[in-house]
């Protein structure tokens, strides 16, 4: 009862005519951002947060939440009209969406992309709204060394289970560690990793490094690898379902749903792994079998819901906990931060107007965009013809303005470049980038709250697993570094069994 009071406290707070301009603002960056491919959230909030800052802190975040939903709104048109996912939880998509629109059925394939995204992202903020306090109640008896193991699993999460080599992932997080690391040291009052630059002293500016390694090293990577041929765009009309459509797309909703909003809450559990459950139990739910590979819509309507509601499940720890699970929520996270704001409990106790002002912004949001996706299509796919040479050129040109604009600091754009060509050598050689810009987030705050537990036990390393609940979550973390193990034992004697026969 006490959360519906709220989110009505929060609707009076989101529904003043400044706050739903910056909804809509986000919803229409974020769709465009998400049409175009190889443009994500994440790039796009890494951009906007240097010029952002003069903002107040609601209509910032409402917009960056904006954004988020958006690209996940906008990465199926591009997945269904062009087989070229504009971000990779859109990846399961293109498997059947780009062939019902080359079996001339586009505009049912982003109707229930659309409305699928609608259903899905909706039920998914309802059970946050109510979860969300839950999980505050639960954080608020956290000690010190809870936060630090919450944070160890985030950090062994992302590196082993993203990408396609532990090695890979755990280099890209001890990169970013090595960045958060840079300047005074809190305690001992030495200079870290500066290389004698005074600029360096109070540390690496958390937006550069994010603009860097997002907007500055996708963009070279872009261009490294970019076509001069234009893509092929399949026409398509206005979006919409006949009454068949209706009933084999509705139930996909609801199981796309059921699996997006729990995987999103989970540290590194992002929208790829539902979306490909929710393919894959479409594929064995359905009566019709012989479409799939083909063009079944439940193809498109269950990986759709699903990669929604993925994004409501993300901020259930980023609120309560202050702990990002994506690379978006991640910048989202270090928006809050500029702002002298740390998620967690104590936000919904000094900030209730901005955190349930946020909270019912979503659902304003989420029927913005459905009500642009569906009749808009149209012009969605045109923008699928734009230049990518300016539009790069572009992105290169604010990347500068804005790292600049931060601390009005040349330092700060050598830093940006630097971290830009970073970036760009992490894509060539396979590394992920998610643990990098996590590890220089969150490694000063871990940091810290290792520091402080054992000020609390006098250098007694036993306080870290002194509660039940750092208990549990080392014994998490056990349990994904056995998983780790296990698969790469299976694949090692998959290759043997391999080249057994192969000899």
């Not at 809450?265 to 929710?278: D, I, K, V, Y």
């Not at 013809?385 to 572009?394: D, F, I, S, T």
Request: aromatic share 8%.
């Amino acid at each position: 009862m006490d959360s519906i009071i709220s989110l009505l406290e929060g609707f009076a707070t989101a529904a003043q005519p400044e706050y739903l301009l910056y909804a809509l603002i986000g919803v229409v960056l974020g769709t465009f951002i998400g049409v175009l491919p190889g443009i994500g959230p994440a790039m796009t909030l890494a951009l906007l947060l240097p010029v952002t800052f003069s903002l107040d802190p609601s209509a910032a975040l409402i917009m960056f939440a904006g954004i988020y939903f958006g690209g996940m709104y906008g990465g199926s048109t591009t997945s269904i009209l062009l087989n070229t996912p504009g971000e990779s939880s859109s990846v399961i998509t293109a498997i059947e969406g780009n062939k019902m629109a080359k079996a001339g059925r586009a505009p049912q394939a982003l109707a229930t992309s659309a409305i699928g995204s609608f259903v899905g992202g909706t039920i998914a903020i309802i059970l946050l709204v109510f979860t969300a306090p839950l999980m505050v109640k639960l954080a608020v008896g956290f000690g010190q060394q809870d936060y630090f193991a919450i944070m160890v699993l985030a950090f062994v999460a992302v590196s082993t289970v993203l990408g396609s080599s532990v090695i890979r992932g755990i280099s890209s997080l001890a990169l970013g560690l090595m960045l958060g690391l840079v300047g005074i040291d809190a305690v001992t009052g030495q200079q870290r990793l500066t290389f004698g630059i005074p600029e360096l002293s109070t540390g690496v500016d958390v937006v550069v490094v994010a603009v860097g390694l997002f907007a500055v090293g996708e963009a070279l990577w872009i261009a490294a690898h970019l076509r001069r041929s234009g893509p092929d765009v399949i026409p398509v009309g206005a979006a919409w379902m006949s009454r068949d459509d209706w009933s084999r797309s509705w139930k996909p909703w609801l199981r796309g749903t059921a699996l997006g909003f729990p995987f999103g809450a989970l540290p590194a559990g992002g929208a790829e792994m539902p979306t490909f459950l929710s393919y894959a139990a479409e594929k064995r739910l359905t009566r019709h079998p012989k479409e799939f590979g083909k063009g079944a819509i439940e193809g498109v309507a269950g990986p759709e819901a699903a990669n929604n509601a993925s994004v409501a499940g993300t901020l259930v720890p980023l609120l309560t906990l202050g702990l990002p699970t994506t690379a978006t929520a991640a910048i989202m996270l270090a928006a809050f931060q500029r702002y002298s704001l740390q998620p967690g409990p104590l936000l919904f106790e000094k900030n209730p107007e901005l955190v349930w002002g946020l909270l019912a912004s979503l659902f304003i949001g989420n029927a913005m965009l459905l009500a642009l996706n569906l009749p808009l299509a149209p012009i969605w796919a045109k923008l699928l013809q734009l230049p990518r040479p300016y539009l790069y050129a572009g992105i290169l040109f604010f990347a500068v303005l804005g790292s600049y604009s931060v601390n009005a600091s040349t330092v700060d754009v050598m830093v940006l470049l630097a971290v830009g060509i970073l970036g760009y050598i992490m894509r060539r050689y396979g590394l992920p980038v998610v643990p990098a810009i996590i590890g220089v987030i969150l490694g000063p705050v871990a940091e810290t709250k290792l520091r402080q537990s054992l000020q609390i036990s006098n250098g007694d390393w036993s306080i870290l697993w002194s509660s039940a609940f750092s208990i549990a979550t080392y014994a998490v973390i056990g349990l994904v570094l056995a998983g780790v193990i296990l698969r790469a034992v299976r694949r090692r004697d998959g290759r043997e069994r391999l080249s057994s026969l192969v000899n």
